[in-house]
């Protein structure tokens, strides 16, 4: 099985997208390689630990593509967290900061029931805004967050610091 090592050499920096100044992490490479996608999964859902969890929720959009990989693995549901305006159900919402502005994610207040075991999936952590902004929307919904994990976190931004949680992982940290 690839490593964590393979996943890192086949992640793409491209540098100055979406706007200067910003190197982004092109996870693609990864999800175009069946053996580097399944490990990627693989070792997000081994983040788990030994508790059985009821939902893997991913956010908007990349998250998406791990967090369902990750609860087929761990025989859980799969609950989307998308921007404003995308789910057709009663929705909870939750606005956070943009580095101009605001943005806001949503959640159908029926995905997750008080209790439920929750495991947090997204691709990437920077600053921590657009997690944190789902942490408080499953906090409202009573569920339990035994984690937050990622595929890549970017050390230096401090996102965990904002995530207010003990049980956040990464794959991969540059
Ligand atoms: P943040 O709220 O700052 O933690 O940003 C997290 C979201 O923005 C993640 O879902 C990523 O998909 C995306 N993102 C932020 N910075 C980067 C980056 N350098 N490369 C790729 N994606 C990024």
Do not use: C
Request: net charge negative; hydrophobic share 45%; charged share 25%.
């Amino acid at each position: 099985m690839p490593t964590a090592a393979d996943l890192d050499s086949a992640i793409r920096d491209v540098p100055d997208f979406p706007k200067p100044g910003i190197l982004f992490k092109d996870i693609t490479p990864i999800l175009g390689d069946p053996e580097l996608f399944k490990s990627s999964l693989e070792l997000l859902a081994k983040t788990a630990g030994n508790t059985k969890i009821d939902k893997v929720v991913g956010i908007d959009a990349r998250g998406f593509i791990f967090a369902a990989g990750v609860a087929q693995i761990l025989g859980a549901g799969f609950v989307p967290v998308r921007k404003k305006g995308k789910l057709p159900w009663t929705t909870h919402q939750m606005a956070y900061s943009l580095e101009y502005g605001e943005d806001v994610v949503e959640i159908h207040a029926d995905a997750v029931k008080p209790g439920e075991k929750i495991l947090l999936v997204d691709d990437l952590l920077a600053t921590g805004g657009t997690a944190a902004a789902a942490i408080k929307l499953l906090k409202a919904l009573d569920s339990d967050i035994v984690g937050v994990s990622f595929l890549i976190e970017l050390t230096a931004l401090k996102g965990r610091d904002v995530l207010g949680h003990s049980q956040i992982h990464s794959i991969l940290s540059y």
